[in-house]
């Protein structure tokens, strides 16, 4: 179910950020455009990166203490977090990608 679920969400963020360049080549679409990618930053982004294993010096907690704090067995902690890692990758190369479809007025003039 875990992994359904990223996968809808990373298909949903790629589809958003499709449409925000197919608006923005033949009509020039920038009121949809730039919408459209700082949605993706701003739901699928923080949704993604979540996901990952990073620890910022105490600052914010592991999968895995997030997991063990709700109460779940160490066994489920491990395998939730081995799951979510390799859609942390990818939500930050969707990350990339939404940067760039919106600076994509300033980088093609």
Same mark, same amino acid.
């Given at each position: 179910?875990?992994?359904? @679920?990223?996968? %809808? #969400? %990373?298909?949903? #963020?790629?589809? *958003? /950020?499709? +449409?925000?360049?197919?608006?923005?080549? $033949?009509?020039? #679409? @920038?009121?949809?455009?730039? =919408?459209? +990618? %700082?949605? *993706? /930053?701003? @739901?699928?982004? $923080?949704?993604?990166?979540?996901?990952?294993?990073?620890?910022? !010096?105490?600052?914010? !907690?592991? *999968?895995?203490?997030?997991?063990?704090?709700?109460?779940? =067995?160490?066994?489920?902690?491990? %395998?939730?977090?081995?799951?979510? !890692? =390799?859609?942390?990758?990818?939500?930050? /190369? @969707?990350?990339? #990608?939404? *940067? /760039?479809?919106?600076?994509?007025?300033?980088?093609?003039?």
């Amino acid at each position: 179910m875990t992994h359904l @679920v990223q996968a %809808a #969400a %990373a298909f949903i #963020a790629v589809l *958003v /950020l499709a +449409a925000a360049v197919l608006v923005e080549l $033949p009509w020039n #679409a @920038v009121y949809l455009r730039v =919408p459209l +990618a %700082a949605s *993706v /930053l701003l @739901v699928y982004v $923080p949704f993604a990166a979540t996901l990952g294993r990073t620890k910022l !010096r105490k600052v914010r !907690r592991t *999968v895995e203490q997030r997991m063990k704090e709700l109460g779940a =067995p160490p066994d489920v902690t491990t %395998a939730i977090a081995r799951a979510g !890692r =390799p859609w942390s990758l990818f939500g930050s /190369l @969707v990350m990339l #990608a939404a *940067v /760039l479809i919106l600076t994509w007025h300033h980088l093609r003039n």
